[in-house]
């Protein structure tokens, strides 16, 4: 068995939902992000805002493209999104004095103040999770290893 590929499901055929693994990474997904709603309607953020915000209070400034790679979204998502956290003060968007196409996006005092009201998140949704830590550090691993391979390919 060495070298073989794992199949979801335990049902021989391929085109029943109960065989796919995309299946339940989506469900999972869309009650995840369902999960986060609470916290983050407190602080004003949609799910998307709130990974976007993440990025820059670890980087404090970084072009609309490196956003886009680090969080796998395209300019045409980010745009209105980053547009909505500028309007609500946390973020400044100027062009790029080298290069008019490109834009840095960087937080302002009230975006990093937003960091303190947030720090909160992480523990209220690690608390609504039944996984072990060991659990959730091997879904990590795995899933980010899914990630990869389906993004450079």
Known sequence: MS??????????????????????????????????????????????????????????????????DCLYLDSGTLTPLLKKLETKGYIARERCPEDERCVIVSLTA????????????PRCMAEKSPLTKEESETLYRTLYKLLHTLHSS
């Open 110 to 121: 009230d975006g990093q103040a937003l960091k303190e009201k947030a720090a909160s998140v």
């Open 3 to 68: 070298g073989q590929k794992a199949s979801p499901g335990t049902c021989g055929d391929p085109l029943l939902l109960k065989s796919q693994l995309c299946f339940p990474i989506y469900a999972c997904a869309r009650e995840i992000i369902k999960a986060y709603h609470e916290p983050l309607s407190a602080l004003n953020l949609t799910y998307t805002q709130y990974l976007v915000m993440m990025v820059l209070w670890e980087e404090k400034k970084k072009s609309v493209r490196e956003l886009g």
